[in-house]
C-alpha cells in the first residue's frame, strides 16, 4: 500500500482547509450581511466586516492546528486517502448548496465547519477495519446528506428544516467515520 508522505498530507489538509474557509466566508457573510454579494459586504454591511473575518479566521486557525494535529498522528496514516476523500464529497455538497441556497444551508454549513468534521476525522480511526458496515456507512451517508441538501429546494419540505438540520450532521459525522477505513 502507498502511503503518503507527509508533505502531500499536508497540501491536502491545507488544501480543504481554504476550500472550508472560502465556504465560511460565503456563509458568514449571508448571515451577517444578508447577502453573498461582495459589494454588499464591503460597502453596505461595514460594521459587520470584522465578525465575517473573526469568522473566516477561526475556521482558518481550527483547520490549521486539527489539520498539524491528523498530519502527525499514525493512527490516520492507513486511513488518510479514504478520510479525505469523505472530507471533500461532503464539503463540495455544502459548497455548491450555499451559492444556490445561501439562506437555507447557511446555519448547517456553520455547524459543519465549527466541529462537525472534527468530530468526524476524530471518530474515523476507531475500528479502522475494512468492514462492509463501515462501507455501507460512508456511501449510504453521502446519499443521504445529498438527498437532505437536495429536500432543501423543495418548497413543500422547507418547513422541516430543524429535523433536516440534525439529520445532516448525523449523516455527515457518518461520511466521515464510515470513509476510516483500511483499504
Request: charged share 10%; glycine share 8%; net charge positive.
Amino acid at each position: 500500500m502507498n502511503r503518503l508522505e507527509r508533505s502531500h498530507k499536508a497540501l491536502l489538509l491545507l488544501a480543504s482547509v481554504i476550500v472550508k474557509t472560502f465556504l465560511m466566508a460565503i456563509v458568514s457573510s449571508y448571515v451577517f450581511c444578508g447577502s453573498i454579494n461582495p459589494n454588499v459586504l464591503f460597502f453596505h454591511c461595514l460594521e459587520n466586516v470584522p465578525y465575517v473575518g473573526g469568522s473566516i479566521a477561526a475556521v482558518a486557525i481550527i483547520g490549521t492546528l486539527f489539520g498539524y494535529y491528523i498530519s502527525k498522528l499514525k493512527s490516520f496514516d492507513p486511513i488518510f486517502q479514504n478520510l479525505m476523500m469523505g472530507d471533500f464529497i461532503v464539503t463540495a455538497m455544502y459548497f455548491g448548496a450555499s451559492f444556490s441556497a445561501p439562506s437555507i444551508i447557511a446555519s448547517k454549513v456553520m455547524i459543519w465547519l465549527f466541529g462537525v468534521w472534527i468530530l468526524g476525522m476524530l471518530l474515523a480511526p476507531f475500528n479502522k477495519d475494512r468492514t462492509i458496515l463501515k462501507k455501507i456507512t460512508e456511501y449510504g451517508s453521502l446519499v443521504a446528506l445529498g438527498t437532505l441538501l437536495t429536500a432543501h429546494f423543495i418548497p413543500y419540505l422547507q418547513e422541516y428544516q430543524s429535523s433536516y438540520t440534525v439529520s445532516m450532521m448525523v449523516t455527515s459525522i457518518l461520511s466521515i467515520f464510515g470513509a476510516g477505513r483500511d483499504r
